[in-house]
């Protein structure tokens, strides 16, 4: 099997469904590294998950139109929205992957 992973795949695909796998590469980092991490209370640990969930689809998006690889910076439709979208799907799942701790 050939995978030819190009910059706009993965643009697309850090803007898509890969929003979850960078997340959970970002936390693992951040537990690691950041020892007060673990001394946080759930809430606060359930709001990083979010915020990062929606930063990195929109920080991918930045990227995506900075390079030229799709979108303007005033593309609503089809440039921030399927980021925020995204964003959305990915702290859901999550959330709702981890309800029955709240």
């Not at 915020?51 to 303007?72: D, I, K, N, Y």
């Amino acid at each position: 099997m050939n995978v030819d992973l190009t910059w706009n795949a993965f643009l697309l695909a850090m803007v898509g469904p890969g929003v979850n796998s960078a997340v959970g590469f970002l936390l693992s980092f951040l537990v690691e590294y950041w020892p007060k991490y673990n001394d946080l209370a759930a809430k606060w640990k359930r709001l990083v998950f979010i915020a990062l969930s929606f930063s990195v689809p929109l920080l991918f998006t930045a990227l995506a139109v900075a390079t030229g690889e799709f979108g303007t910076w005033l593309d609503w439709a089809t440039t921030w929205w399927p980021a925020i979208v995204a964003g959305a799907a990915s702290a859901f799942a999550g959330t709702l992957a981890h309800a029955r701790k709240l």
